[in-house]
């Protein structure tokens, strides 16, 4: 068993990150997927699916940056397909949607992967084997996750979920993944320290479907 006297991926987010933020992500966007999928349920029914994504995007996008900047986070400046980044603590933070049961799209951002090597730093909390290694990390990424149905790809105004995601450093798994609404839970939790992810759930490849109510290991 682990040291509990260490510190959990889920107690340096709770940390480092406030709990007004979260919330005002969460709300920032539920409101920018509604307005993506408006603008992009217009189209074309042949390209209405690309459309309804793309829209998505670029106003989750806005309204991502607005959140983060009235939590003073200074984030980015929104240009082009550019990923907003910000930082909160040790945290750099950024966003990306994916369909229920596709995994890699995140990896599709050569910025994402770069922002996700910081990750190396926190993988030992979560491997036993490696625990007596780790040092206390200054840097490490959090990606806030929306998750869409695939069946209704063209017509869900808002996600199933929008997730509170720890990749590892290759931004090929999880260390530690949790529904925002579940998240902030956390804030009141008196046994933060105890929540860590299932070590025997293997990492996912890419095309492996994740339950987004799993709370970590996914």
Do not use: C
């Not at 980015?76 to 750099?92: D, E, H, L, M, P």
């Not at 979560?126 to 695939?150: E, H, I, M, N, S």
């Amino acid at each position: 068993m682990p040291n509990t006297q260490q510190p959990t991926i889920a107690s340096l987010l709770v940390q480092h990150i406030p709990r007004d933020l979260i919330m005002g992500v969460e709300d920032a966007l539920l409101i920018g997927a509604q307005r993506g999928t408006s603008a992009g349920a217009v189209m074309n029914p042949g390209h209405r699916s690309h459309a309804v994504g793309q829209m998505r995007h670029f106003h989750m996008n806005e309204t991502f940056r607005d959140a983060l900047e009235a939590a003073g986070t200074n984030p980015s400046q929104i240009k082009g397909n550019r990923v907003v980044i910000a930082t909160a603590g040790i945290f750099a933070l950024g966003r990306f949607n994916i369909s229920n049961g596709v995994w890699n799209n995140g990896r599709r951002s050569r910025t994402r992967r770069e922002m996700a090597m910081a990750n190396l730093s926190i993988e030992p909390l979560v491997t036993p084997d490696l625990f007596d290694t780790y040092q206390p990390a200054t840097k490490a990424t959090v990606f806030f996750v929306g998750v869409f149905d695939r069946s209704m790809q063209d017509t869900a105004a808002v996600p199933m979920s929008i997730d509170v995601a720890v990749p590892d450093h290759e931004l090929k798994g999880w260390l530690f993944r949790m529904s925002t609404t579940a998240f902030l839970t956390l804030y009141e939790s008196q046994t933060i320290a105890d929540v860590q992810p299932d070590l025997a759930v293997p990492l996912l490849k890419p095309g492996i479907a994740v339950g987004q109510d799993q709370k970590s290991g996914t």
